[in-house]
């Protein structure tokens, strides 16, 4: 039976029989939803009088925020980084298979690559809510060119750059626009990068730091002008010395200033880094662990088949390698985390009342069985019934 | 007065929601005619409420023709507060049943005009036919709802002060802070529960042994308001074994010996 109308007159779907990931454990209640976001049904049953529409019987399985991949070059056999034709087609195409992973919101990542590519590119793709046609936008994530020659890893040599005198408008000038911009990945240690640390905090994109050779107390200087993110911790960046731990001190540094977190990102495949280097950072902090995929355009085989770089895998991989670590926080490293990292965990990465209903159904083994944006569900993994 | 005794807290939980079973059957509610239950909260009942959802679950039941009237709510807390009485019948009770919003009521602690509120709630039960069975429980001082001691007997709905006692009790929900206990609450008085067609108490625990005799056993009188029930023609006092041990053993044995006439009453309904 529907509400009394007081407050909307849109359908609401009760979803039943499910295990729901609120305040970091794993609960046995329902989840309701109504015009996208999840709604309160203490409030629904007192204030409007109202109950459910439909109802969705979840058989047992896990609702988890939907996830939130912040480093995706690719995939399917597109690179983000070339600017073809058809970029919003590739974009497109790439949202809409991560569907099947649960993913629901990511960021488009473009690896270091002449000025003319970002002109291109850049302008092409909006942010954008997702739905039926795939994953959200939230916005680029733009990896270099201002990175560490030494550090470069696979990034085309001779595209790197440093800051000239005035780091912001060399910055600008190399990407062309910084709209629909929302991470880029630089090496605190170049001359001149103070200033855009901050300049880039203070339009609230997020700063990350990776590909670099910074020292643990440049990377200290670059956190306290605004920097809250490690691209991809251990690769690319000096190793832990127990000297100077470089950026890797920053997981326990106590230079971080109060109120604030430093989010590292771990592409969790068990190849990029070991099992036991990923459980050290975890232990060391466990609430900064974003789980990325840095996935590039091999990835893709046909859906049901898992291969590096898909964000299951690295949850499974994640589950399997770091022993003691809980469902839940293998959960919200896909989805909390990146949200919180994003500033946008009001909305996102939370299954709170209020909150956007990008959702992601996983069984037991952590498997994704279906996916919803905006309470709508845009991808279910067949021969199962119901979600 | 019938006395149930009962071995433990469970128990009695599994005997009340039975009997609240059985009533509901029997009486065979429908569109046109809704059965009417009194409500409680509190620690007392919770076992008594886990076991009707189960009823509901196995399909035994069905509360889609039933009202209800809680008791009680605290003044002036936020209808959300964990504390409050709404939110622990939403959570213990309501969201876990098949029970219509618009067929619940509980005082509102924090309506612009107190008084006009318990007069309305007054209203609410007279024109829903009156309550058909009310089940409450009892405070250590011997008070049913917030009808504190000293509360008159003949008392309607309206605005209580709490008792340094209750306060003291309820300090433990609001993080061990006195301060942060509501002072206030509305709640049904004595003369509002008496008028129900019939009565059930649930009583568990050692600590409330000395409110049970009190009830039953002496007088009836303003300073234990649960005695008031014993002018009540239709009453069922559901303890368990802890909460007898200020009882004669005489009225202990009399009722332990009614037992198998008493069960009787909530033995499964033959199916239609």
């Not at chain 1, 990146?338 to 083994?365: E, R």
């Not at chain 2, 009417?36 to 959802?53: D, E, R, V």
Request: with cysteine; net charge negative; proline share 5%.
């Amino acid at each position: 039976m529907p509400s009394n109308k007081s407050v909307s007159d849109a359908p609401i779907t009760q979803f039943v029989n499910c295990r729901i990931l609120r305040e970091h454990k794993l609960q046995r209640e329902d989840l309701w939803v109504r015009e996208g976001k999840i709604l309160d049904p203490e409030k629904l049953f007192f204030d409007e009088k109202g109950s459910a529409d439909q109802r969705v019987d979840c058989e047992g399985l896990i609702i988890a925020p939907g996830f939130i991949d912040v480093q995706i070059n690719g995939g399917y056999g597109i690179d983000f980084s070339q600017a073809t034709d058809d970029v919003r087609g590739g974009i497109a195409l790439v949202a809409k298979k991560i569907l099947e992973h649960g993913v629901t919101s990511f960021l488009p990542t473009l690896v270091t690559s002449p000025p003319d590519i970002y002109h291109k590119v850049l302008p092409e793709v909006k942010v954008h809510s997702g739905g039926m046609e795939g994953a959200g936008v939230l916005g680029f994530h733009l990896e270099g060119p201002f990175i560490s020659l030494e550090k470069k890893g696979a990034h085309p040599e001779q595209h790197l750059r440093s800051f000239l005198s005035d780091g912001m408008s060399d910055l600008i000038e190399t990407y062309g626009t910084l709209d629909n911009v929302a991470m880029v990945t630089l090496a605190p240690e170049l001359p001149n990068s103070q200033s855009v640390v901050r300049e880039l905090t203070q339009r609230g994109i997020t700063v990350s730091l990776g590909h670099s050779v910074a020292n643990l107390s440049q990377a200290e200087d670059a956190v306290r002008y605004g920097a809250s993110f490690i691209t991809h911790l251990f690769n690319a960046m000096l190793p832990f010395h127990h000297r100077d731990p470089g950026i890797v001190g920053l997981l326990t540094s106590d230079q971080v200033p109060q109120g604030r977190t430093v989010f590292y990102g771990m592409i969790a495949d068990g190849i990029h880094t070991n099992p036991a280097a990923l459980r050290i950072a975890h232990r060391a902090h466990p609430t900064g662990l974003v789980l990325v995929t840095d996935a590039i355009a091999a990835m893709g085989l046909p859906p049901g088949r898992h291969t590096l770089g898909q964000q299951v895998i690295e949850i499974q991989g994640l589950h399997a390698y770091v022993a003691g670590c809980r469902v839940e926080e293998a959960l919200e490293a896909a989805s909390l985390h990146p949200a919180q990292l994003l500033g946008i965990s009001h909305a996102k990465g939370i299954l709170d009342y209020g909150g956007d209903a990008d959702l992601v159904l996983l069984d037991d083994a952590l498997n994704v069985r279906a996916t919803y944006i905006a309470g709508q569900e845009v991808w279910r993994k067949l021969h199962h019934h119901n979600c | 007065m019938k006395l149930i005794i009962l071995n433990d807290y469970d128990q009695v939980g599994e005997w009340a929601a039975k009997y609240i079973r059985n009533k509901i059957l029997r009486f065979n509610p429908g569109p046109a005619r809704f059965f009417i239950l009194g409500l409680p909260t509190g620690g007392t009942p919770l076992g008594c409420y886990k076991k009707l959802i189960e009823f509901y679950r196995n399909g035994e039941i069905s509360f889609k023709y039933v009202k209800t009237f809680n008791m009680d709510e605290y003044v002036g807390i936020p209808r959300n507060h964990p504390e409050s009485y709404h939110s622990f019948m939403w959570n213990n009770f309501f969201k876990h049943i098949d029970i219509q919003s618009e067929n619940t009521h509980i005082l509102d602690g924090n309506a612009a005009n107190l008084i006009e509120e318990c007069d309305s709630f007054e209203q609410k039960i007279k024109a829903a036919g009156g309550i058909d069975l009310f089940v409450g429980g009892i405070g250590p001082d011997g008070h049913i709802a917030f009808n504190e001691p000293g509360s008159s007997l003949m008392s309607r709905t309206r605005v209580k002060t709490l008792a340094q006692d209750t306060i003291l009790a309820n300090a433990r929900f609001f993080d061990g802070d006195m301060s942060k206990v509501p002072t206030m609450a509305l709640t049904v008085g004595v003369a509002t529960v008496m008028d129900a067609r019939e009565v059930m108490i649930l009583i568990t625990g050692a600590h409330k042994a000395f409110a049970l005799y009190k009830a039953i056993e002496d007088g009836v009188n303003h300073m234990w308001t649960v005695s008031a029930f014993q002018q009540h023609p239709q009453t069922v006092f559901v303890c368990d074994e802890d909460a007898t041990l200020e009882l004669r053993v005489k009225t202990v044995k009399y009722f332990k010996g009614m037992m198998h006439v008493h069960n009787k009453l909530v033995e499964p309904l033959p199916p239609k």
